[in-house]
């Protein structure tokens, strides 16, 4: 910081500010200003002017400007006191020093306008789109223009510093066929409403490209949204292609993953945990589909306080039809040392099981089974040989060949006598995906521990991270890479070692707790973020899970609150005491509700196999649903006409129309409950193969939103 010298010299005042002293002749000055005697001819002429009468004094100089004094006079004349108005760069110290402090004041930025010379905006660039939009997608645009992250990769962002906050809405119930018009939003010629256009879903990677939006051709509840965005974007919702899953937009969005390092932490001991921490709860059997042994079918009665049925005692006569067979927990168990109770296994038996199948019909049949125990030796391995003839060995996942069966006479039932002799209520199993190798066996068991379960997908669950992606992030090993197929004994003992991990790391290792975090607490640790503020805008349930970290968390009992409150952030409000945030999300939920569409990841309900199977929801009356459109279209606008210049604007959707594949999935899951217990006449609904292509098909309809970007 610089210094200023200051000045100690006694201070001067006029003794009477209309009093002037006599002129001082150029002679007398000449000899104050000269006392080296040059000649007067080799100085300068020295103009002759007048000062005022003066005493001395030691009160501080004037810093108040005389109001009456004439103009006149004071340019005239030239008075000792400082002036009117102190520099407002220099701030006296605060003892009797002999230095003050020069403080630079900042520039104010200059308001742009849009049209100005490098003022920001977001520009299409073909050759930076390849496929199309997600969620995660608009988040790393966010993290780039708020915080570190690296620059998009789809979009060219011009004059990206003068970009001064960002505000991201997300309006599910905007789907893409209010926009081609295959959803009539307004009436014909002749004032009646036309039949609605049932467009196939579109395909995993078409339609990426923005299209332009047009006010002419959009319907009127939507025209506004010409006004405010020049391009509509086709988006995908992230999910889970291979087993039909949605993720949920706000969590996709409000949640950035997290770089974690599999390599040992120092004070990890404390964080140890035992076998038994990790066994699957009766809950989370039944959540992951596992067949229940007799002693958990009880226990779960009892819970409910049910008494056993008809449909219970017909299930487990089908189990026996079908060859199903379970541990007998009367018998003794490993009757091992009771020291070895406060050991991390704490005396119990623990055995991880692989199995690999080939098709049989249209079902899987075991092939091989492979049993690895806790110090890691093959105490079990066998190639099975199937009732039926195999119809595909599917050699590329099973590693199994029709020449390495030929010889083979293990059968499934050699399989269950070496199993019911190994395994008592010690023994605990493990393994991936464990229901799968189970139903293979026929075979149950109570204490399981599933890899699967206790290690996290990246995007949390309801994903679940496959065996090879878990080995080479933890364990960084490679499995499953073989041309050859899988290896059952080397996929047992990578699950056998996930274990060990998870027990010496605790419970948050591997989990999404630990693999992801809230975005606010990522934009507040990015360095670039300085004294930044964030904040988020939604109900009560959202700001509680996701705000914990924003500067602001503004719960809104509705779509005007939230509104409102986003204004204030955009702006700032004093008198609300929100100040003006560099970066708000907001949720308008009122146009999803209105049609029904909900958010996947909500909490599954119990099947009731006996109530009535619903239909699917659909969109209100044609005027209830113009209104509910056109209203969630004037809260964006609101919103827009509220946000400061130079303020990226991004609205989205989040997903599309997930009510047909949601009822669909509804549909498989009443399917399964009711074909444990009921013959298939008797069944309520049916799932075939054609139900599954629906179904299918039904995911990318409910996956493909819509966004829109600007700066305004």
């Not at 001991?269 to 229940?292: Q, W």
Request: hydrophobic share 35%.
């Amino acid at each position: 910081m610089a210094k200023k010298r200051k000045n100690r010299s006694t201070h001067y005042e006029p003794t009477s500010p209309s009093t002037t002293s006599p002129s001082i002749a150029a002679p007398a000055l000449a000899a104050i200003t000269n006392p080296m005697g040059v000649s007067a001819s080799l100085l300068p002429p020295l103009p002759t002017f007048s000062v005022s009468k003066f005493t001395l004094t030691d009160a501080p100089p004037s810093t108040t400007a005389d109001a009456s004094a004439p103009a006149a006079a004071a340019d005239a004349a030239v008075t000792p006191t400082t002036s009117a108005t102190p520099d407002p760069q220099v701030t006296p110290t605060d003892g009797a020093g002999e230095w003050q402090t020069v403080k630079r004041q900042k520039k104010a930025k200059k308001e742009k306008k849009r049209g100005d010379k490098n003022y920001p905006e977001f520009v299409i660039s073909p050759q930076k789109l390849k496929r199309p939009v997600q969620t995660n997608d608009l988040q790393g645009l966010v993290l780039w223009l708020a915080a570190d992250a690296p620059a998009p990769q789809w979009l060219l962002v011009r004059h990206k510093p003068e970009i001064r906050r960002t505000v991201v809405v997300m309006v599910p119930g905007l789907t893409p066929n209010m926009f081609d018009g295959s959803l009539a939003l307004k009436v014909d010629a002749e004032g009646n409403w036309p039949v609605d256009e049932d467009q196939p879903p579109p395909g995993d990677e078409e339609d990426y490209f923005p299209t332009t939006l047009s006010r002419e051709k959009l319907p009127p509840c939507l025209a506004d949204m010409a006004d405010m965005f020049t391009h509509m974007w086709p988006m995908r919702s992230v999910g889970d292609q291979k087993h039909n899953r949605l993720h949920s937009p706000l969590t996709s969005f409000l949640t950035s993953a997290v770089k974690t390092d599999a390599g040992p932490k120092s004070g990890s001991a404390s964080k140890r945990i035992k076998i038994s921490d990790v066994i699957m709860t009766l809950d989370e059997l039944v959540e992951n589909e596992y067949v229940l042994h007799t002693s958990q079918l009880v226990e779960r009665r009892r819970l409910l306080n049910l008494e056993e049925s008809d449909s219970d005692r017909a299930a487990m006569e089908l189990r026996k039809t079908e060859g199903w067979v379970e541990t007998d927990l009367s018998k003794p168990g490993n009757e091992k040392d009771k020291n070895e109770a406060g050991a991390v296994t704490e005396g119990r038996d623990i055995y991880s099981i692989d199995c690999e199948m080939c098709m049989v019909g249209e079902s899987f049949e075991l092939t091989r089974i492979s049993i690895v125990n806790w110090d890691g030796d093959t105490i079990y391995d066998e190639l099975v040989k199937p009732d039926k003839p195999i119809t595909d060995y599917v050699t590329a996942y099973s590693g199994i060949t029709e020449e390495m069966l030929a010889p083979v006479t293990t059968t499934l039932h050699d399989v269950q006598q070496h199993l019911l002799n190994l395994l008592n209520k010690d023994s605990i199993l493990v393994g991936q995906s464990l229901n799968s190798d189970l139903n293979a066996i026929r075979y149950a068991h109570p204490f399981i521990i599933d890899t699967s379960c206790i290690y996290h997908h990246a995007r949390g669950p309801p994903y679940k991270a496959s065996l090879k992606y878990l080995s080479k992030k933890f364990l960084h090993r490679e499995v499953q890479g073989s041309a050859a197929g899988h290896n059952s004994i080397e996929d047992a003992l990578a699950c056998l070692d996930l274990l060990k991990l998870k027990l010496e790391r605790g419970h948050a290792f591997g989990t999404a707790d630990e693999m992801r975090e809230p975005i606010y607490k990522r934009l507040a640790r990015a360095q670039a973020a300085g004294a930044r503020k964030f904040a988020l805008v939604d109900n009560a349930e959202s700001t509680a899970r996701f705000g914990a970290h924003a500067t602001a968390a503004l719960a809104a009992a509705d779509d005007a609150a939230v509104v409102t409150q986003t204004a204030h952030c955009a702006r700032g409000a004093r008198d609300e005491g929100v100040p003006q945030m560099d970066f708000t999300f907001a949720h308008l939920r009122g146009l999803a509700a209105a049609r029904g569409i909900e958010l996947p990841g909500a909490a599954i309900d119990k099947v009731d196999i006996d109530a009535p199977f619903p239909d699917a929801p659909t969109d209100p009356a044609k005027p209830e649903l113009v209104r509910a459109v056109a209203e969630s279209v004037q809260r964006v606008k609101q919103i827009y006409e509220a946000l400061p210049p130079c303020t990226a604007l991004v609205v989205f959707s989040g997903i599309g129309d997930t009510r047909r594949w949601k009822r669909l999935g509804e549909m498989q899951r009443r399917f399964r409950e009711e074909f444990k217990v009921r013959k298939w006449d008797q069944l309520s609904v049916q799932w075939t193969d054609t139900e599954e292509q629906a179904w299918r098909k039904e995911y990318n309809r409910a996956r493909s939103g819509v966004g829109f970007m600007v700066v305004k």
